[in-house]
């Protein structure tokens, strides 16, 4: 007897999504190593439940599972952009516990994966209209003293995204002041060494005299992420062999080496 899903709807529709996908994938893997086109008006037979018995996604089988989800962020020829898969998107605390519950930690992930988590409609890409003027705070730590400690990590920086408290100006008790919120989404990186959190915004401070607002608000950020969200003293150095501190970067100054590169530490 089939057990019943305990998904939500969403997450159930995403692994059906991309159950079909495969099946499609399969059969045309299957044509290009010498399997045999129908003519035209002949139907092929393909033991679809053999098929789908290989099949296992994330949603299925969170450590053994050997299909992403379908694409939806990549259109056609954008390099690195193709290996990006949409697994679900959530408007509600229910629906995201059941993809949470549902996946494998970033601890388990294979190297040079990543997981992206970004408000609708906004690809995780320096050339969205959302980030293309802003800039990221990240902080890097060595896997080997961090395993324990960084699937923690990613849900409290993943919460405190949805729930909107990264950003102090949010919470603020002035009733006039009603500023749009400037984080666009949150990244986990993992590497053979070492893991990255990362926190995206829509804007970043150009160093000009006016600016001064902004990067205190940026730096606002930062220092709750680095206290409220990953747990450190303000106080506290982090850098070191793999590590660093808790780092600001524009996108565009991400893009220029050496010493003309500017950063916010906090």
């Given amino acids: 007897m089939a057990s019943q899903s305990t998904l939500p709807g969403p997450a159930l529709q995403a692994s ?3 159950l079909s996908q495969a099946l499609a994938e399969n059969q045309a893997k299957e044509a290009e190593n010498g399997g045999t086109n129908p003519e035209p008006g002949e139907i092929q037979e393909v033991d679809m439940q053999a ?3 290989n099949i296992r996604t994330v949603f299925s089988d969170a450590k053994n599972f050997n299909v992403k989800t379908p694409s939806t962020f990549a259109p056609a020829g954008q390099g690195w952009m193709e290996d990006i898969k949409r697994v679900i998107s959530f408007d509600s605390v229910e629906e995201f516990w059941g ?3 549902n996946i494998i ?3 388990s992930l294979p190297q040079k994966a990543n997981y992206y988590l970004f408000k609708d409609n906004i690809m995780p890409a320096w050339e969205d209209e959302a980030n293309k003027n802003g800039g990221k705070w990240s902080i890097q730590l060595p896997k080997d003293k961090n ?3 960084v699937d923690k990590m990613w849900l409290y920086t993943m919460l405190a995204a949805i729930g909107e408290t990264f950003d102090p100006t949010l919470t603020s008790s002035d009733p006039d002041a009603t500023p749009q919120s400037l984080i666009t989404g949150v990244i986990v990186s993992t590497r053979p060494s070492f893991y990255r959190i990362s926190i995206w915004t829509r804007v970043a401070p150009s160093g000009a005299a006016d600016d001064e607002k902004l990067r205190e608000r940026i730096e606002a950020i930062g220092k709750n992420f680095k206290t409220s969200v990953l747990g450190y003293p303000e106080s506290a150095k982090l850098s070191g062999p793999l590590a660093t501190e808790v ?3 524009s996108h565009k100054d991400s893009e220029k080496k050496g010493k003309q ?6």
């Fill in 99 to 101: 993809l949470y519950n």
């Fill in 51 to 53: 098929q789908a018995d």
């Fill in 105 to 107: 930690p970033p601890s």
């Fill in 261 to 266: 590169a500017k950063k916010i530490i906090v």
């Fill in 247 to 249: 780092e600001f970067m």
């Fill in 147 to 149: 395993r324990l400690g």
């Fill in 16 to 18: 059906k999504n991309a």
